[in-house]
């Protein structure tokens, strides 16, 4: 069933305003002068988001809350043309009380002397196109009067005259609305001065399209980086909503919410798509200084701020140096500041450089160690001031980086891989330049930029071009052979290969990416790209229309040796009518069996032409095939792979057994049974008796046979690097081990956790472990499956800032439903409640509907539960939503790797339990789309425990999988978390008991 698009709605369109306490401020804005009204003058609190403009008779009406009137907070009232005033909000307030007139003096502006040059060569465009109905920058109801949206310009050769801005409206639901133009200085990265010297009004009435609006009569001249805006003024018809197109290409936006208030970064990459046609100038005032440059001061401390992560051990550390032999020279005697940084900072350490000479501080860069990578708290905790030299590849810095640091920063690297875009960004956004030495060749360009302000015209890309290509290798084949001539196809994309004679292959890809396996007469594979892996083995089955065929022939041929059974059964999937599959079937009554059968294997072998039980020995392995294909087992719902039979089955219990062709198992089971499969029933515990409406966990007639083993957890069961780590004497010599064993193992994110694991759980080493772990997000930075573990692991540690550091990175990577999902319930644990609410926001209305089953059935119950405990924080009224029952407690099952195969098992109280396959509940549809989650009720209404076990099927590659399990009580809404590491293949382990004490793990 599917949950209806209302739900949807409601999401999205049920906001009431909240009421308080306040005080509304009404008046009047005139010209000091003329006694004319002014309209749309700016008034609001400085910091306080709140503000409102003078409508077109110069009235306003500002409502404040009673603890924002006081003697500190500063009202401005501000308009184009006017003289800027401010107020204390309580002076204001007892002025409006004695006159409500306020008077604003009109400044004199004249407009420069522009030459317009006329040549086409000399007109140009600027900004940003798009006409993305998906992406855009959207004013709704939250947006007050004088809010603005605002993007960032570049300009690499002015002076230019701004003849006009055009943008795409994607959607627009508002009667119309006017809108104000605005031109700002950029200033630390931020918009500062208006600069224009007229209202520029142009009211939006179109539904869709583009519009333009001329700016040629104001004159309008820029020579550098600015930032243009629109400014809601007016709202005709009651009611905002407009969409302005963007397109997501690492550049930059702002938006305030309402006049006068705090100026925020749009996240990064997010580009509102403002458009603007231009004209180069002749202007003479346009030159600064004497010699057309203007000279930076001389700083007494110079403060370097080294980047020892993991990612910056192939520095150019040659070429760095050389650039602060160049530096030092120039400058002369200067003290240094040296602070290095990964996980967290090292201590600052003072260097003084007498005329250029450094070596002290040389030998102490030359003698770095590299590991670890960025956290939330090396961001929180970092400060800079004065002059500072950044050495960073800038790669995984969060958006709003320094934005509070009053400072000349510099960044500096040679790495060709580095983050330019971004660096070039932070440095000018704090009044420096980025020295990228690799482009420098001449080593004095790169210390004039340390001497004089020049403006850096070299233009970089987005983060898409340090994310590199990986080579990924396999092998295809079946459960016996390989196969050659493969055709293996990144999707979307032009690179394909095929498969040698041996069946192997080799292709350049992303983490991410979804490889295509075809092949004729084979059912089609695909597998999640994920370059961790070293290697992946990719299992193409015999595909159904050829196994028809095979099924027909050889039930042809025969037909009169053996007529087969034609019995109807019912099974996990409801009744099988024999009649109606399509394909003959064999079958047998446990009557049939041979009273001398020991085993299953036995019980088959010789009974059904084309089956055939192969036994290989010393190795005792034993697999039961039709027509040289691996046949799985369904033992009364519980699934066994070909190469782990039911040894225990008692074949004198059996019912009767049916083969299925593989057209009917891959249907059916998914990857667990590519070869067919077997279906036993046995006689105490069949399906006939049972009626099949849910899957509930007191359904099934299953009796749990005890069949599990305990998870191994102690050191012998760890990854031979871990023991040799943990053997060592103290954890000061096993990170010396474990800098040995990275040389090796480096490659591989399970290293990192598995090694962090140790440092933290052997020698309560937190912050050894940490930095350890940190390296998951340095080296594995475009890996969704690596950065998952890193996020698994804060989590149960409790630390869930740096969680939501690592679930917004996997956003920015791969904005997927299920990292929708992640980010807004570790923004809702944070108690941000108005991000969250966006990012719900964000999942509900990229769906028609919601699913009943997996990830949209978790999203949908906890947006409810959001709504209901914090919908009054985001202006939602509780009693508008329907809320359902749920169990006692629900387990939430999430795994890192959409490879990953796994069959969970649920034991009750009265030892019946229900099995629970990934592959066969999940579509791989979903697998491929990132959804990673399952929910499960479990009504403790029968006294005891519940014993959830589980079979782990691999993951294509012979790497470890990391599951979540999360345990909510729904009555308290507390929730416990654990994390487990699935290694050994193909048995059936106890993974945890649930029960009144939460979750106790084996």
């Excluded at 010699?291 to 930076?296: A, E, H, Q, T, W």
């Excluded at 929180?380 to 500072?388: L, N, P």
């Excluded at 099952?893 to 034991?907: A, H, I, M």
């Amino acid at each position: 069933m599917k949950i209806l698009t209302y739900f949807l709605a409601a999401i999205l369109g049920l906001v009431s305003l909240s009421t308080v306490a306040q005080t509304r401020l009404s008046g009047h804005i005139v010209d000091l002068d003329s006694r004319q009204p002014v309209d749309f003058a700016n008034i609001g609190v400085l910091d306080k988001n709140v503000g409102t403009v003078s409508d077109f008779d110069g009235s306003f009406k500002l409502d404040l809350e009673a603890s924002d009137i006081n003697s500190t907070d500063t009202l401005q009232i501000s308009r184009i043309g006017y003289r800027t005033i401010k107020f204390s909000t309580k002076d204001f307030l007892e002025q409006l009380q004695s006159n409500p007139v306020v008077e604003l003096e009109a400044t004199a502006y004249e407009l420069d002397g522009i030459v317009v040059k006329s040549s086409d060569s000399d007109k140009r465009r600027m900004g940003y196109q798009s006409r993305s109905k998906r992406l855009f920058g959207f004013w709704n109801d939250s947006l007050a009067l004088g809010g603005e949206h605002a993007s960032k310009i570049m300009v690499r050769r002015g002076p230019v005259k701004l003849e006009d801005l055009s943008f795409h409206v994607a959607a627009n639901i508002s009667d119309s609305i006017l809108v104000r133009v605005n031109v700002y200085e950029l200033e630390r990265g931020l918009p500062g001065k208006n600069f224009t010297t007229a209202n520029i009004l142009h009211t939006i009435k179109q539904r869709q399209g583009t519009i333009t609006i001329d700016l040629s009569p104001y004159n309008i001249v820029v020579d550098d980086h600015f930032v243009i805006s629109l400014e809601l003024l007016k709202i005709y018809g009651g009611r905002v909503g407009i969409g302005i197109s963007a397109f997501d290409d690492g550049a930059r936006s702002y938006t305030r919410v309402v006049s006068q208030g705090r100026w925020k970064r749009m996240r990064k990459g997010f580009t509102i798509a403002y458009h603007l046609n231009t004209s180069s100038v002749d202007k003479e005032d346009m030159v600064a200084g004497k010699d057309g440059i203007p000279k930076r001061d001389r700083p007494d401390i110079v403060s370097i701020l080294w980047d020892t992560s993991r990612s910056m051990e192939q520095r150019d550390l040659e070429r760095e140096l050389a650039f602060l032999d160049a530096y030092f020279k120039e400058i002369g005697s200067v003290t240094v500041a040296l602070r290095k940084f990964s996980n967290n900072w090292s201590r600052s350490r003072l260097f003084k450089i007498n005329n250029g000479y450094w070596l002290e501080l040389k030998k102490v860069l030359e003698s770095t160690r590299y590991d670890g990578g960025a956290s939330q708290r090396l961001w929180d905790s970092m400060e800079v001031s004065g002059h500072a030299l950044l050495f960073t590849d800038g790669k995984n810095y969060p958006e709003d980086l320094g934005k509070e640091w009053s400072t000349e920063l510099f960044t500096i690297n040679g790495d060709p891989s580095a983050n330019h875009k971004f660096l070039k960004e932070l440095a000018e956004d704090h009044g420096g330049n980025y020295l990228n030495l690799e482009k420098m060749v001449d080593l004095s360009k790169a210390l004039q930029f340390t001497k004089f302000h020049i403006k850096d015209n070299l233009e970089y890309g987005t983060r898409l071009d340090v994310k590199k290509a990986s080579t990924v290798r396999g092998s295809v084949g079946d459960l016996d052979s390989p196969l050659t001539k493969v055709l293996v196809k990144v999707r979307n994309s032009d690179r394909e290969t095929r498969t040698d004679t041996k069946g192997n292959f080799s292709i350049q890809a992303f983490d991410g990416e979804i490889l295509d396996f075809s092949y004729p007469g084979r059912e089609d594979a695909s597998s999640v790209v994920n370059t961790g892996s070293q290697m992946l083995k990719i299992i193409m089955p015999i595909g159904i229309t050829a196994l028809e065929e095979v099924v027909l022939e050889e039930n042809r041929k025969l037909e009169e040796l053996h007529r087969p059974l034609n019995k109807d059964i019912n099974t996990r999937f409801g009744k099988l009518d024999m009649n109606k599959v399509g394909f003959s079937v064999k079958q047998m009554e446990g009557s049939e069996i041979s009273p001398s059968a020991q085993t299953l294997m036995d019980a088959v072998e010789g009974k059904f032409p084309g089956v055939k039980t192969v036994r290989v020995y010393p190795e005792d392995y034993e697999v039961v095939q039709l027509r040289d294909r691996a046949l799985a087992w369904d033992i009364d719902g519980h699934i066994y792979p070909p190469q782990t039979p039911p040894f225990h089955i008692n074949v004198h219990n059996i019912k009767d057994l049916t083969i299925m062709p593989p057209s009917w198992s891959v249907a059916k089971y998914g990857r667990l049974a590519p070869g067919g499969i077997i279906i036993v029933r046995t006689i105490s515990n069949t399906f006939d008796d049972i009626e099949l409406v849910d899957k509930t966990i007191t359904k099934p007639g299953n009796i749990y046979l005890n069949d599990a083993v305990e998870l191994a957890s102690g050191l012998p069961s760890k990854p031979i690097y871990v023991q040799r780590i943990a053997n060592r004497s103290s954890a000061k010599e096993g990170y010396l081990q474990y800098l040995k064993e990275q040389e090796h193992y480096g490659s591989y994110p399970s290293f990192y956790q598995e090694s962090s694991e140790i440092f933290l759980r052997f020698w309560k080493e937190v912050s050894l472990s940490n930095l350890v772990k940190s390296n998951l997000l340095e080296s594995f930075s475009e890996n969704t499956d690596a950065l998952k573990i890193l996020a698994y692991s804060y989590e149960q540690q409790g630390d869930n800032k740096e969680a939501q550091l690592v679930y917004e990175h996997i956003h920015g990577i791969s904005p997927s439903l299920q990292a929708k999902r992640d980010l807004a319930r570790m923004l809702t644990k944070l108690g941000s409640y108005k991000e969250a609410w966006s990012v719900y926001k964000g999942y509900v209305s990229n769906r028609d509907y919601l699913e009943e089953e997996g990830l949209d059935k978790l999203a949908r119950r906890e947006i409810l539960d959001f709504v209901q405990n914090h919908g009054d924080k985001v202006g939602l009224d509780p009693s508008k939503f329907n809320f359902e029952e749920t169990g006692d407690l629900s387990l939430i099952v999430e795994w890192n790797d959409p490879n990953t195969q796994f069959e969970l098992q649920f034991v009750g109280p009265n030892q019946r339990f229900f099995n629970w396959n990934n592959t066969v509940e999940v579509s791989q549809e979903q697998t491929l789309e990132g959804n990673l989650s399952a929910i499960f009720d479990i009504d403790e209404s029968q006294q005891g425990d519940w014993l959830v076990n589980m079979t782990y099927m691999g993951n294509q590659a012979n790497l470890p999988t990391y599951l979540k399990f999360t345990l909510r009580n729904n009555a308290t809404g507390e929730e416990e978390m654990k994390m487990v590491t699935l290694r050994q293949q193909n048995v059936k382990y106890k993974v945890m008991n649930i029960g009144s004490k939460g979750m106790m793990l084996y």
